[in-house]
């Protein structure tokens, strides 16, 4: 792991080089780290130079604001990719990490030869609904909310079978920073790219899980048809698809981006 200056905080990121020529940015879910992609590793090394990063206030990243929004997210991934001098990447994000890949599709084009975006849609919940988590975790604490969190990121199924697993992103989620999270959900809460979608041009591969309440395959379907150039593909998992099903995930990624 390291540590950079950028310009509103300090970031920390990994980046691992398994000398290829294609690099492959990972961006995280609200409330974990970038450890959320460790079982999809091991495949995607076959085929990318991997870099992982903490957006502000998760993880190790610092922040020092009440309130982000995407652009600021999207920013932020510029800035990483200008100090490691790298000129074009692909990106997979989830959650708020595929709203962050469609603001740098929409607005950095030129840097991303293929863009992810899994679990995610044009417009995340509501104003109203993202106040009232804020205001609870904001009064109770993270803690208040795990039992909900972890129904809505894993199927019933993955929860009984990988009790340790789940129990771990649990605990990052629970560690997260208050500010960061909630400076994140704000972020969300004005995120709006239905109108937008028709300037992505980059080609985009959606992954859509179908047992995720949170970011249905309604959500994924609805950016394919606005999209460009946009093809989607389907899980059966809950919100953190990638977790669920690591090898088939991986895999997505690998087959859209070598054709």
């Known amino acids: 792991m390291s540590k950079i200056q950028l310009e509103n905080f300090i970031c920390n990121y990994k980046l691992e080089n398994f000398g290829h020529k294609k690099t492959l940015v990972l961006s995280n879910s609200l409330g974990t780290n970038f450890s959320m992609w460790e079982d999809n590793i091991a495949i995607l090394s076959h085929h990318f130079n991997i870099l992982r ?13 009440d309130k982000v929004s995407i652009a600021d997210l999207g920013n932020d991934v510029i800035e990483l990719l200008n100090y490691l001098k790298l000129d074009k990447v692909y990106f997979c994000g989830l959650s708020i990490g595929g709203l ?49 969190t972890a129904e809505r990121w894993f199927t019933p199924d993955y929860r009984s079978k990988n009790p340790d697993k789940v129990q771990e992103v649990l605990h990052d989620f629970e560690a997260t920073s208050l500010q960061g999270y909630t400076a994140c959900c704000y972020a969300v809460a004005g995120a709006d790219f239905r109108e937008q979608l028709h300037n992505l041009e980059v080609p985009t591969l959606i992954i859509a899980g179908t047992q995720d309440e949170v970011t249905t395959l309604a959500d994924g379907k609805f950016i394919q048809k606005r999209t460009p150039i946009a093809s989607l593909v389907t899980l059966d ?14 895999k997505h990624i690998i087959h859209f981006t070598q054709h």
């Open 100 to 148: 962050t890949g469609q603001w740098l599709g929409i607005n950095h084009p030129d840097r991303f030869e293929k863009i992810i975006i899994s679990n995610t849609a044009a417009k995340i919940g509501t104003e109203e609904g993202w106040a009232a988590r804020i205001k609870q975790v904001t009064e109770n604490g993270l803690g208040s909310i795990v039992t909900a």
């Open 53 to 65: 990063y903490d957006k502000r206030g998760h993880g190790e990243s610092t922040i020092n604001q």
């Open 237 to 250: 998992a809950a919100h953190l698809s990638n977790m669920e099903h690591p090898e088939e995930f991986a």
